[in-house]
């Protein structure tokens, strides 16, 4: 669905109805890759309106001028918030970037988010500041990748920790399908003009004291999981885990524990609402 005002279009979908629940993706796919790995979670019986969203320049959501920082990313999604749900009760989940901007609407929405979910997020905008394991490959195929073009090929295993056919095809299917819309030139524009990293301090903020989950992978080499560590002294009700034969696409790679730790924080998150 297209949404369009004066000030932003974007696309976004939904499934489900009953409490909000905003999901936010990473920096270059689209709502796809969130709603493959969420959708499942929930039968016909739960009581969560899902709402996926694509980020401005990624999926079918496009750019805008305006928005040259992580700032303007921000305020983008707080329009995408007053439009679709306006001073609504919701739940929150971020991956990656999208975790990194679910931190900083906890400043203006805190008392309105009843529950946060932050997958393999981003804490460091600036990746060189950012404690990091190295690329490591637990499994791979070496047949499989053969198969592949040159071009899939080097996209996937510069990711992959699990370099199998099951995690191909959902990579493929559910994240390179959004990567290959993303608008490139708008996302290289907003880290080379330096507006990659909020210019406020996004952790200057009160202790978050509803059910939150925090999932990392221990072999990922992009958001790393030590500098991840730290939210903890912000979210006194969080659950943390480090996931071993998991990357960035741990959703894909270690897909049942996945699942049984985001029912498990569902599950808390119901009995406080």
């Known amino acids: 669905m297209l949404y369009s005002d004066n000030y932003i279009t974007f696309n976004y ?87 990194y901007l679910a931190r900083g609407l906890l400043g203006e929405y805190a008392e309105l988010i009843d529950g946060l979910f932050l997958l393999c997020p981003c804490v460091i905008a600036e990746s060189s500041q950012r404690e990091l394991p190295p690329h490591q490959v637990m499994v791979q195929d070496a047949e499989l990748l053969e198969e592949l073009s040159a071009a899939d090929r080097e996209e996937f295993i510069s990711i992959a920790v699990v370099q199998d056919r099951t995690v191909w ?36 903020i009160a202790s978050f004291e509803k059910p939150s989950l925090i999932i990392t992978g221990r072999q990922d080499s992009i958001t790393g999981y030590k500098d991840v560590w730290k939210l903890l002294d912000f979210l006194p009700h969080a659950a943390f885990a480090v996931l071993d034969r998991a990357g960035h696409n741990l959703h894909l790679e270690q897909e049942e524990l996945f699942k049984a730790m985001a029912r498990e924080w569902l599950s808390r998150v119901s009995s406080e609402t």
């Open 13 to 99: 979908e939904e499934a489900g109805e009953g409490k909000p629940m905003l999901i936010l993706h990473g920096n270059g796919p689209d709502h796809r890759m969130m709603m493959s790995c969420m959708e499942p979670l929930f039968s016909s019986q739960d009581q969560y309106r899902r709402i996926y969203v694509d980020l401005p320049g990624m999926g079918m959501s496009p750019a805008a001028e305006w928005i040259r920082s992580s700032d303007d990313m921000l305020r983008a999604v707080k329009m995408m918030i007053e439009a679709l749900i306006p001073n609504d009760r919701f739940l929150l989940v971020g991956q990656s970037y999208g975790g």
């Open 169 to 204: 095809e959902r990579y493929s299917r559910e994240i390179l399908c959004g990567l290959q819309l993303a608008d490139e030139a708008f996302m290289e524009r907003i880290k080379a003009d330096g507006g990659y990293p909020f210019s406020f301090d996004v952790n200057a």
